[in-house]
């Protein structure tokens, strides 16, 4: 006597054909950013919590050094406030970045940043 599987190839494709475009759906595409400095590039990723979980990273065009960054863990929101720095708090929450506008207040949010942290010349 043949023992059985107890799911069937095509019930297996069914299932896969449910789940892969909530997966597509679920995608973290890199998005660009306005940013004033051609020679940088403003990116941004959501990473879940209905989009209160993101990350936005200022970098080099050429060679893609990190420069500068926040990050939003659907709580606190984190920065990296300079190249070769370690990631801090920033702010105990993210209030203010979920609203109508938020890339615009990420950006500006970041060249505060990026302006607190520029070296003296």
């Not at 494709?13 to 449910?18: E, I, N, S």
């Not at 306005?34 to 936005?56: F, I, P």
């Amino acid at each position: 006597m043949k023992q059985r599987s107890a799911v069937s190839w095509p019930g297996l494709v069914g299932f896969a054909l449910l789940v892969l475009p909530g997966r597509v759906v679920a995608d973290h595409s890199l998005y660009t950013l306005d940013w004033e400095d051609k020679s940088q590039v403003l990116e941004y990723r959501s990473c879940g919590c209905a989009d209160s979980c993101w990350v936005a990273e200022l970098r080099a065009k050429k060679g893609r050094k990190l420069l500068a960054g926040l990050r939003c863990d659907c709580t606190r929101l984190w920065v990296i406030p300079s190249p070769g720095a370690k990631e801090v708090e920033h702010r105990p929450t993210c209030e203010g970045f979920d609203e109508v506008g938020k890339f615009e207040r990420i950006t500006e949010e970041l060249r505060k940043v990026v302006k607190a942290h520029k070296p003296a010349k």
